[in-house]
């Protein structure tokens, strides 16, 4: 089987590991420090928090800014269930804004109007929306920006397939137009640690609430105590935090692989645009790439065409997949995801998501694939379509 994503692990990460293992720190040592920095460098923001997951540094950026009960949280409806789960961690409420066709990110078009039709209802306005940068291509974030301003949200950058890509030729990550970014580290996203998130911004104030609430919400600096130090042992809870902590083998791994992230999304890019041309002949849409976009393409993701319908979507995936093809679907729409529809008063009609659902297929794409692999891909595409 191709798989549709795979880490790629090098002699020199390997190393980086072993290097830790023999040393004095497994956690809390001088590694994870290093790998803030690090994408502090990468993504050009002014602090990173890093975490064991994507997940839980969602969910740290919503605790950050404040999102709680009675609070709505909007995401884009189609994106893994953790882009929506951090709003349910903390209590508030979760809705979806439709796709842009094109794209397949969050449409600035679609936000405008279920902004204006829900302050018209009278109904509560998000306290934050977290735009989704699918596929690793950056939404069109000044767009969404602009809309913070006017309807008073926060904005929380989903970029955990975004990596290493661009936005109007600046890094992802460095949170020009959002107030907080979060990537992950698994390892089908572009740069792995096992599991392992992070979040960048430039607020400090931000910055320092996230690390704190990453490890238990207890502090040590007395400025921030309610009550007097008890003496040189004494730590404080002031909040109620988690141990979402990422350990120095995570951090080793990630640093050691962060040196070959602009080789790797120039590959990917190279193999996406490969695709391009080799697909072009066939009856199938091929992803569009917004000018202002530099995509770190972490999935490769074409649409069956309209008329073989769902039956015939379904159709060529189980015969890619008989083929030995790994291919994969991303992602299935949040609103039909029976939990949120019991859960939550989800409103509103998502049709593009609902199309994109009955097309879409992830075809195999990772850091060293080779075009053998890639144009087996399209053979057997070709004799399924
Ligand atoms: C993978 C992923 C996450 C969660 O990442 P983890 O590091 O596995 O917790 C969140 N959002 C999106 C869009 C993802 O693809």
């Known amino acids: 089987m191709i798989p549709y994503g795979r880490q790629a692990i090098s002699r020199q990460d390997i190393d980086a590991v072993v290097e830790v293992l023999q040393s004095d720190f497994l956690t809390q040592g001088p590694r994870v420090p290093e790998f803030e920095q690090a994408l502090c460098k990468a993504t050009g923001a002014a602090h990173c928090v890093v975490s064991n997951s994507a997940t839980s540094s969602l969910h740290l950026a919503c605790r950050a800014l404040g999102v709680g009960p009675g609070d709505a949280v909007w995401t884009s409806d189609v994106t893994f269930v953790a882009s929506a789960n951090c709003a349910l ?37 998000p306290k934050v929306v977290i735009p989704v940068h699918l596929c690793g291509q950056s939404c069109e974030m000044e767009a969404i920006h602009a809309l913070s301003k006017e309807y008073g949200f926060a904005i929380i950058e989903d970029a955990a397939h975004a990596i290493g890509a661009r936005y109007r030729d600046e890094p992802v990550g460095n949170c020009r137009y959002s107030d907080i970014a979060v990537f992950s580290f698994h390892p089908v996203k572009i740069v792995t640690t096992g599991e392992g998130g992070a979040v960048t911004t430039n607020d400090e104030k931000l910055a320092h609430r996230m690390r704190l609430l990453n490890s238990h919400g207890t502090t040590r600096d007395s400025e921030e ?19 979402y902590r990422m350990t120095e083998m995570q951090a080793a791994l990630g640093l050691s692989q962060l040196n070959r992230l602009k080789s790797w999304v120039a590959e990917r890019n190279r193999l996406a645009e490969r695709y391009d041309s080799l697909l072009s002949d066939l009856p199938v849409q091929t992803p569009w790439q ?64 609902d199309r994109y659902y009955k097309q879409a297929i992830s075809l195999p794409l990772f850091h060293h694939m080779t075009e053998q692999q890639q144009d087996e891909v399209v053979k057997v595409l070709a004799s399924s379509l």
């Not at 209590?91 to 094109?102: L, M, S, Y």
């Open 89 to 125: 961690y903390c209590g508030a409420d979760v809705d979806f804004v439709d796709i842009d066709p094109r794209t397949y990110n969050m449409s600035p078009l679609a936000l405008e109007q279920k902004l204006r039709e829900v302050r018209e209802a009278g109904r509560p306005l």
């Open 225 to 243: 105590m309610t009550n007097e130090s008890d003496g040189p042992w004494y730590y404080q809870q002031i909040d109620l935090g988690y141990n």
């Open 290 to 353: 917004h000018p202002d976009s530099y995509s770190a393409r972490h999935l490769y993701v074409i649409r069956t065409a309209e008329d073989i319908g769902a039956a015939g979507h379904r159709r060529v995936f189980e015969q890619l997949r008989a083929g030995g093809i790994g291919v994969n679907l991303h992602y299935i729409p949040l609103h039909t995801q029976p939990y949120y529809r019991d859960v939550k008063d989800i409103r509103g009609s998502w049709p593009e998501a």
